[in-house]
């Protein structure tokens, strides 16, 4: 019975496929279709236009036409190349913008492939502009980063001039050098000496003695 199921023989797992390889079948996948459609629907007028012309409805007599119409190789190739370099990410809205191009169009069908082209064109030029103007918002960020940190720096200057003590370690070991020093508040305090004593100069009575013999205060 094992043998009958094939039991005994090992699991294959089919390799992953690239997922730009994937991308490419799905959108010439939808370009095919489309193509077909469009000379389906390029069949219905000519026949239409044939019935109002004549007044006669030969319709019922046609049978579905096979798809005959084609575009080159060179041409195929060149829109497989488009193909592949739309990410996945964005191959559902290319599909939906063919459509919708299509729809409003309702081209020949020897004119799908061209619009088929400009769809993919607008769309890789669309990311092609997103991916710089990412490019130059994480540029601008990390100027914006550089210049907030050599504010901070240029701050942390101004508020501690005297914090580091790089050059001043050999002066602090040998006990010299710091009496140099002069800080704002002591340039603050010696100067508010100096004013008190110079107000209390000023608020001194004047003694003056008149004569040699007199002691009277004037």
């Not at 000379?39 to 005959?68: A, C, F, H, I, M």
């Not at 100067?191 to 003695?209: A, H």
Request: proline share 4%.
């Amino acid at each position: 019975m094992a043998s009958w199921f094939s039991w005994n023989e090992p699991y294959y797992r089919s390799p992953r496929r690239d997922p730009a390889d994937v991308v490419t079948d799905t959108l010439m996948l939808e370009f095919s279709w489309q193509q077909k459609e469009a000379e389906r629907q390029q069949k219905e007028r000519e026949n239409e236009y044939r019935r109002l012309k004549t007044g006669v409805d030969y319709s019922w007599l046609v049978s579905t036409p096979r798809s005959s119409y084609s575009i080159s190789t060179g041409e195929r190739l060149g829109l497989e190349d488009l193909c592949a370099k739309v990410p996945p990410s964005c191959c559902g809205l290319v599909i939906l913008k063919f459509r919708e191009v299509m729809q409003a169009n309702e081209p020949e069908v020897q004119e799908v492939s061209g619009l088929f082209r400009s769809v993919l064109m607008e769309a890789l030029d669309h990311l092609k502009e997103e991916q710089e103007a990412q490019r130059l918002a994480r540029q601008w960020n990390n100027k914006r980063a550089m210049s907030m940190s050599l504010v901070n720096f240029r701050s942390r200057i101004k508020i501690n001039p005297f914090g580091s003590t790089v050059g001043l370690t050999s002066a602090v070991a040998e006990g010299a050098g710091m009496s140099d020093l002069k800080t704002v508040s002591e340039d603050v305090e010696k100067g508010m000496e100096r004013d008190e004593r110079s107000q209390r100069v000023w608020s001194m009575p004047d003694f003056r003695y008149k004569g040699a013999t007199s002691s009277k205060v004037v």
